[in-house]
């Protein structure tokens, strides 16, 4: 399906002759506008941003290909322009467009202003794009480096889909009738394989794909059984990067779905980081893969990444924005605009309504809303945090405590969120005197998510931003040093030794947040035994976990039967007599408490007619539904799993 004739028609008539417009294309949600003179286009912004308004769609600029310049002429422009801060050029051909890395993040005005200058002098579209920080301590930067790779691999992968996608968002509507339901394939009273499908008459979206991880095999959502083939969906759409909420990901691109999935740019990044990782420590445990690298790959490919407040058809009766939601780097709140502003879905993801370290509050202003889906993780009545600022100080106590006693202290954390989170906490007291000068251990695929907290500085709190656009690095200090795991036990044994076995004092964070497996397993073996180290949990310890076993033991100042617990390290099992004693810290979730879900719900503009709740234990469910239905008197629902709900 070539473009609409009305579409073309309005191109042109917006855009004067001078710009030379030679084509004029759909591209997934995008119309595509090829000119010859692209000086003309820049000079004069004001025309495409009428475009725009006029249209109500995004629109791309590109040069025509007859007069792009040559590469070796556009790449000295470039680096004229911004000099050593280029790290890579990346050229994609089949797009006519030019993506520059960068060793340092620039303010977004600036960055803006060079794309504009390269454009109107080379012809090629140019995006302008922080890379790994060069003056941070050196971090791994593997995993960034594969995913740019791969972008470049698949390039005509995602051309072909987006021309297909083109003709799909934009085909007319069978039925003017609507109806709406959705229905909760995963993540509904329980925490876990978070999944929803939305279906209009015309269109079917999914949101978020998760596993919920057990003791004995991971539970995925129950898409088989909704009744829908892959070939129906329109997209696919991602809040964040956490496994309970992208772990089955890969799984519809195995079964051959082809279609797009929605993200944010950092929310990329991190997915690849999660499920290469997922791949890796199901094949050390000896477990079939789930899914292959290939398959990873496939869900790069075939990502469509969104700034916030970013409005984009996803299909032809529905408009997606996504909006901060405080919870992780790039974590977004859904907004759905069904059937020309007929009926608005909120859906939360996970999402934190209060200020932290590393984000602002989420979002919570709207143009419309009928139904807000939210989550329950801390919704039950005894799901009080304290504020952060006497978290912050309790941690910082302890550390200076067992410091002071000649000890170690391990905090075991999740490679996205809290540790960044910690870290910076931890950085700040040493620059400000409450902490002295102590080396930092980082272990594990902590490491690859720093770089990719400093590429996107926008997605930060604006406090954060600021101090990262000043030069600063936040989340890593002198103090801080990397550990790069050694490949043969043997080896691994020794690295972890000398760590622990040194005078010197230590902190060390290192995965798996629950102690459930991960480079933590290796330290906590060494320092069990120590009754001058400490252990501090700053996450939420789930069932079934070692985590959850230890929180128990000393928090009942039990011992465990026996006196051992048996800990899975590198070289194999080994037992450990528990005598080092840990510190809970609440406070640092990147979850709203039961008090910040209320205050969301009374804050939140306009009024909803209906709440669902999603993400959480049947029983805090329960107690948040009847607060909200007695004292906010809203209508609440709370589906099962495999549950329907017509909307319209
Ligand atoms: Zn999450």
């Not at 322009?81 to 280029?86: A, R």
């Not at 691999?153 to 069978?174: N, V, Y």
């Not at 691994?492 to 964070?509: D, M, N, T, W």
Request: overall charge neutral; charged content about 25%; glycine content about 8%.
């Amino acid at each position: 399906m070539s473009i609409k004739e009305d579409v073309r028609k309005a191109v042109l008539s917006v855009l004067p002759q001078e710009a030379k417009v030679t084509r004029v294309e759909y591209e997934g949600p995008s119309i595509v506008i090829f000119v010859a003179n692209p000086l003309f286009v820049v000079k004069h912004g004001e025309y495409v941003r009428t475009l725009a308004k006029t249209l109500k769609k995004r629109i791309i600029i590109r040069g025509d290909e007859s007069i792009r310049r040559g590469e070796e002429e556009v790449k000295s422009v470039i680096k004229s322009l911004l000099g050593d801060l280029v790290d890579q050029i990346y050229f994609f051909k089949l797009f006519g467009e030019v993506y520059v890395y960068l060793s340092k993040p620039l303010p977004e005005v600036e960055v803006r202003r060079i794309e504009r200058e390269v454009f109107a002098s080379t012809g090629w579209r140019t995006l302008i794009e922080a890379g790994v920080p060069k003056y941070s301590v050196k971090l791994s930067a593997s995993h960034i480096k594969e995913v740019r790779e791969f972008a470049h691999a698949t390039e005509a992968t995602k051309k072909e889909m987006l021309s297909m996608l083109g003709m799909r968002i934009h085909r007319d509507l069978a039925l003017k009738d609507f109806k709406i339901a959705v229905t909760t394939l995963g993540g509904a009273q329980e925490v876990g394989r978070s999944a929803l499908l939305l279906r209009t008459q015309e269109s079917t979206v999914l949101i978020d794909f998760g596993i919920k991880p057990t003791s004995t095999e991971d539970e995925l959502p129950l898409f088989h059984l909704a009744g829908v083939d892959l070939d129906e969906l329109d997209a696919v759409v991602v809040t964040h990067a956490h496994m309970d909420h992208i772990g089955s990901l890969p799984l519809l691109y195995k079964y051959g779905y082809r279609g797009p999935v929605y993200m944010t740019e950092p929310t990329k990044y991190l997915t690849y980081v999660l499920l290469t990782d997922y791949l890796q420590i199901r094949e050390r445990e000896g477990r079939p893969p789930l899914y292959s690298i290939q398959d990873v790959v496939d869900v790069l490919a075939h990502s469509i990444t969104l700034e916030y407040e970013e409005v984009t058809d996803i299909a032809p009766d529905i408009k997606l924005t996504f909006y901060n939601a405080g919870h992780e780097l790039g974590s977004s709140i859904v907004h759905l605009h069904i059937g020309n502003g007929l009926y608005n879905v909120v859906y939360t993801g996970d999402f934190k309504y209060g200020q932290t370290r590393l984000f602002d509050r989420a979002h919570n202003r709207f143009k419309r809303v009928e139904l807000l889906i939210m989550e329950s993780t801390y919704g039950g009545r005894d799901d009080v945090q304290p504020p952060r600022h006497e978290s912050e100080q309790k941690l910082i106590e302890v550390i200076r405590r067992t410091l002071n006693k000649g000890g170690k202290i391990l905090i075991p954390v999740f490679s996205t969120g809290r540790a960044q989170e910690i870290l910076a906490c931890i950085n700040d007291a040493i620059s400000e005197g409450g902490l002295p000068k102590i080396p930092i251990f980082i272990d594990g695929m902590v490491l690859q998510t720093l770089n990719i907290h400093m590429m996107f500085p926008s997605f930060l709190s604006k406090s954060m931003q600021e101090r990262i656009l000043n030069g600063e690095n936040p989340f890593v200090s002198d103090h801080t040093i990397p550990i790069e795991r050694a490949k043969r036990p043997e080896e691994r044994v020794e690295q972890v030794a000398q760590i622990i076995g040194s005078e010197k004092p230590a902190i060390i964070l290192t995965p798996h947040g629950m102690l459930n497996g991960g480079p933590i397993l290796d330290y906590f073996a060494h320092m069990a035994e120590d009754s001058k180290n400490l252990l501090v949990f700053v996450s939420y310890q789930a069932e079934g976990t070692l985590g959850r076993r230890i929180l128990d033991l000393t928090s009942q100042c039990r011992r465990p039967p026996g006196g051992e617990l048996t800990v899975r390290t590198s070289i194999g099992e080994t037992k450990v007599k528990l005598e080092m004693p840990c510190e809970h810290i609440p406070g640092f979730s990147g979850h709203s408490d039961r008090a910040q879900l209320l205050n969301y719900v009374k804050d939140v503009e306009p009024k909803p007619q209906k709440i669902m709740l999603v993400h959480g234990e049947p029983g805090k469910i329960l107690s948040l539904a009847i607060t909200l239905e007695l004292k906010h008197k809203v209508t609440t629902i709370s589906p099962k799993v495999l549950e329907t709900i017509r909307l319209v």
